[in-house]
């Protein structure tokens, strides 16, 4: 597509702020509105176009916000209305769109809808959820686990019925074949979207069209059924296409899709989605029997992976950028070196990821090259789904120390400490006590020391990174090609439009690497083309990549 008519997020990089763990305002130790707005001028420095803002509604809590009792309010946990509203009204005065999080595929068990849902058999809204009925045998309805351990499916006392549950058991699954109950979703998003927000991060959206057949007795997982398109469609009619020229962005997360699915989710010509969330990549160093059971990473495996969504998203669709999240170990502690070389190894991870064609995110904290937490004790956990498999390991017989090992590495609350702000108190996330601990490197490791810091700032280096997509269109749209595929550590590839070039160079490793002069022809030439961006100083020409280094090239 030509680059004057590309949609306005092909230039764009999203921010992703959980807001329990952002900034305290009040004191309490949990991160709310009034902490974010007291940052927006750090966000702003970063150049960052969208903030993506994880579930601040209304919520017991029980999966830190993604089980709403009402989509409609602020829970007090992080302000109000009004501050909110203020909230987006600075983020648009600094230029920057402000998105939610949708979470439609599940409520809280104290949502209204559910509470009347359950009331009865016979209740109008029985049908907003998935309910089934005791069998003689008393066996569950299908085999399904709860991501959260245990499994999906949970009775009902009052009416001595089942009721599914793809996550914890206070977060009841919609049912998407009730049209009454997708007219509320919809009218709930529009009232976002009259309130000024500027789009959707929408999600698990995928598990929202259950295949009747993954539903009988016996089955053992979910299907996706091909009505997700219909239902998005439709949402796109209700939702979005009435907006005018607004700059709307919708974003999908979608467990097991493949690059075909992708390919029809994001295609503009289909009214679905701008760009979906898939987990190829950061599924890779996972073993067969539990997202915990870790295994070493093969680049090869990872090249091949983000490769074939380079390509097969090239004519027809759009690819989300990310290695860490909310849900993911932080990502310098996982595919570099979060030690000696964590300056060089966070820095090349961002440069590899932001230089691929798509809409980067990053994740609170990453900008600095924040570590996983180095937690000891499962006390100091805090996330559902890590304390429930803690229990049915250990239930299985596993090891406390083989169980805390595996928590060190994956637990969700690795992404969840507080960003670190200073080497004050409580790395200044808060004047009081933080709902969970610290990473004990703060004093070390903040948003301060890092500014400072000079030509080893990764926050400085990140922002040369977003800027270089706001300038050159040859990153926001060229070509993708990969270089030396069966490589163990060097990561390559090229990207072009029309007479521009650049070449990406970066050492997966620990080691210094030798470039082969014969991998592009750029590097044949007697004076090699200046560094445009790059994360070790060298001398003019040098053919070998210190270890964790990343050059990027404008051949």
């Given amino acids: 597509m030509p680059h004057t008519d590309a949609p306005w997020w092909t230039s764009a990089t999203v921010y992703q702020i ?6 305290d305002g009040n004191g309490d130790g949990v991160g709310d509105l009034a902490g974010i707005r007291s940052k927006l001028g750090h966000l702003h420095d970063l150049g960052v176009d969208v903030i993506w803002l994880s579930p601040i509604y209304r919520s017991p809590q029980a999966d830190a916000g993604y089980d709403i009792s009402d989509y409609d309010d602020i829970d007090p946990l992080f302000g109000t209305l009004d501050e909110f509203d203020e909230l987006l009204a600075e983020v648009h005065g600094l230029g920057m769109k402000l998105v939610m999080d949708l979470v439609v595929n599940h409520t809280s068990d104290e949502h209204a809808w559910f509470t009347e849902s359950r009331s009865s058999a016979d209740s109008p809204k029985r049908d907003w959820y998935v309910w089934r009925p005791q069998s003689d045998d008393g066996s569950l309805p299908t085999e399904w686990r709860s991501a959260f351990s245990g499994p999906a499916w949970q009775l009902d006392e009052a009416t001595g019925e089942w009721y599914l549950h793809m996550f914890a058991t206070k977060q009841p699954d919609l049912n998407w074949q009730n049209a009454d109950m997708r007219a509320a979703v919809y009218a709930m998003m529009n009232r976002w979207l009259d309130r000024g927000v500027d789009g959707f991060r929408m999600d698990v959206i995928n598990f929202i069209a259950k295949t009747p057949a993954s539903l009988e007795p016996g089955s053992a997982s979910f299907e996706m059924d091909p ?11 209700e939702v979005f296409a009435h907006r005018g020229d607004r700059q709307l962005i919708t974003v999908g997360e979608m467990p097991g899709v493949t690059v075909d699915d992708a390919a029809l989710f994001t295609d503009q010509e289909r009214s679905e989605l701008d760009m979906v969330f898939q987990f190829e990549h950061v599924d890779l160093d996972r073993g067969p029997g539990s997202k915990f059971d870790n295994v070493p990473l093969a680049l090869t495996d990872l090249k091949r992976s983000l490769g074939r969504w380079q390509e097969g998203l090239a004519e027809r669709g759009w690819n989300s950028l990310y290695l860490g999240n909310h849900d993911q170990p932080r990502s310098v502690s996982r595919f570099g070196d979060d030690g ?49 498999w ?18 060190r590495f994956r637990s969700r609350d690795n992404a969840r400490t507080p960003v670190q702000w200073s080497a004050g108190a409580s790395a200044g996330f808060t004047t009081g006590t933080p709902w969970i601990g610290v990473n004990p490197n703060s004093a070390e490791l903040n948003v301060e020391a890092d500014r400072a810091s000079g030509d080893r700032s990764v926050f400085d280096f990140y922002r040369r990174l977003i800027a270089l997509r706001h300038e050159l269109p040859v990153v926001q749209l060229g070509d993708f090609a990969m270089l030396a595929p069966d490589d163990e550590r060097l990561y390559a590839f090229t990207r072009t439009l029309g007479d521009e070039r650049l070449l990406v160079l970066a050492n997966w ?16 030439r007697r004076s090699i083309p200046e560094v445009l961006v790059g994360n070790v100083p060298h001398g003019p020409g040098s053919l070998t990549l210190a270890p964790w280094e990343v050059r990027v090239l404008r051949a």
């Fill in 18 to 23: 959980w807001p329990r763990s952002f900034a």
């Fill in 227 to 237: 009505a997700i398109h219909d239902h998005l469609q439709e949402m796109h009619r």
């Fill in 340 to 388: 000696r070389f964590r300056y060089e190894s966070a820095t090349m991870l961002a440069a590899v990821l932001h230089l691929h064609r798509g809409t980067p995110y990053v994740y609170q904290g990453d900008e600095i090259g924040m570590t996983n937490a180095g937690f000891t004790s499962i006390d100091q956990y805090r996330d559902i789904e890590s304390l429930n």
């Fill in 390 to 407: 803690h229990e049915e390991a250990l239930a299985a017989g596993a090891s406390e120390a083989d169980v805390l090992e595996a928590l």
């Fill in 509 to 524: 490793s620990g080691e210094p690497y030798d470039l082969h002069p014969g991998l592009d022809p750029v590097l044949r």
